[in-house]
């Protein structure tokens, strides 16, 4: 069966082309680039490229970059970066819908004596910027707010946000992961001090990120160890996994150069739509003015996640649900929940992340399957029967 993967928020494929550029860095040229021969050295030459084309894409300076493991270290090392530079400073600003990533981190420091602050989010998903500023104090050691949220695609808007935190003195970071390669990004203009992105969404391997740190932005490492990136992260280069970055980072430029997204959100748009104008008590998590081209997050209310998921799943179609299995209760996700969507709709939404290799037979073909799907779940659901008053 053919799989119809809507799932690029989660992971993507690795792109053809990235696979033939990091397989020599496999078996002929595994040298490592700190040595001092030439065999080394080659490598050396090519990680430079790579991190070139990782600066391009978000228009940084190479030397601005630092390779990481994945986003989460990124997320991690900004973070912990920040609150060990300004040892003085006990107060951290994020937001209610954040990745993981920050949130549990946020959690864990407040219970190292930090005071977090979790800024609310409207019913779209919009950020409280009222609640933003005036949370902001000479205490606060760093803001960090996502760029795109994983779940509902919803854009925060993260230039006007860094001028008003800088104007105050105050550390930036952006978590940038479900933002980069999707929509176009110059850190230069933005202020931001620190981003992190992430190798696996955007068709390179999994287990290698990066971190943009901008020139004369207090630092401390989080992998304390050799001399490789400048000091800033210690450890021998995964050098394979960069250079796929660095490739991935070329193509998503070329393709954001060629508008390639607005085919992506054109697909989007017609799954949505098709599916509200198809399907009665079909909504939209979040912004749709806002929002990364590629992510729709639909609501079916009165209807499990879970059982769509399986359903669509019988059928090649991957998707994800909007819920999180937390200590086996199947509990709405938290980005769901700080938007304040009913309990009847969270449990029921479903997003649908797409990527430049979807086609538009592969939308019709879903369009096809997940209306009578959900006719059938409700069907055998007590809360419609009851919702539609028999
Ligand atoms: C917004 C966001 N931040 C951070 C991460 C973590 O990235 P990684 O899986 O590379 O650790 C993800 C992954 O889903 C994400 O969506």
Do not use: K
């Given at each position: 069966m053919k799989v119809i993967y809507l799932d690029n928020n989660a992971t993507t494929m690795v792109a053809p082309e990235v696979l033939d550029a990091m397989l020599p860095y496999f078996s002929?040229?595994?040298?490592?680039?700190?040595?001092?021969?030439s065999f080394g050295g080659e490598v050396a030459g090519s990680i430079k490229t790579a991190r070139e084309n990782v600066a391009r894409l978000i228009g940084?300076?190479?030397?601005?970059i630092v390779f990481t493991s994945c986003g989460t270290e990124s997320d991690g090392t900004a973070i912990r970066a920040a609150i060990e530079s300004y040892p003085d400073k006990k107060h951290i600003v994020t937001s209610r819908v954040e990745h993981p990533a920050v949130k549990n981190l946020y959690e864990t420091l407040s219970k190292k004596g930090y005071r977090a602050t979790f800024v609310p989010v409207d019913h779209?998903?919009?950020?409280?910027m009222d609640y933003l500023y005036d949370s902001?104090?000479?205490?606060?050691a760093i803001v960090s707010l996502m760029?795109?949220?994983?779940?509902?695609?919803v854009i925060f808007p993260i230039e006007e946000i860094s001028r008003e935190v800088k104007s105050r003195g105050i550390l930036f970071h952006t978590d940038a992961v479900q933002a980069v390669g999707k929509i176009p990004i110059n850190i230069r203009e933005t202020g931001v001090d620190m981003l992190s992105l992430s190798g696996h969404k955007f068709h390179s391997p999994k287990g290698i990120g990066a971190l943009y740190i901008r020139k004369g932005t207090r630092f401390s490492p989080?992998?304390?160890?050799?001399?490789?990136e400048k000091g800033r992260r210690g450890g021998t280069e995964n050098t394979a996994s960069i250079i796929g970055l660095g490739k991935a980072a070329e193509l998503a430029a070329n393709h954001l150069k060629e508008n390639g997204y607005e085919r992506i959100s054109r697909l989007r748009d017609k799954l949505e739509q098709t599916l509200l104008d198809s399907v009665p008590s079909a909504m939209i998590n979040g912004d749709p003015a806002n929002r990364l081209p590629n992510t729709t997050s639909v609501a079916f209310e009165y209807v499990e996640g879970e059982a769509i998921l399986l359903m669509m799943n019988e059928h090649g179609i991957c998707a994800s649900s909007g819920s999180a299995c937390t200590s086996g209760s199947l509990e709405p996700s938290h980005v769901l929940r700080a938007m304040g969507v009913p309990f009847t709709a969270a449990h029921g939404s479903i997003r649908f992340s797409l990527s430049r290799y979807n086609t538009e037979d592969e939308i019709d073909l879903i369009l096809d399957k997940l209306p009578p799907i959900i006719e059938r779940l409700r069907e055998l659901s007590p809360f419609w029967k009851q919702a539609m008053g028999n």
């Open positions: 002929t040229h595994y040298g490592n680039p700190s040595s001092m021969h940084a300076q190479p030397e601005e779209s998903g919009r950020l409280d902001l104090s000479d205490d606060t760029w795109g949220n994983n779940e509902t695609g989080f992998m304390i160890g050799g001399h490789q």
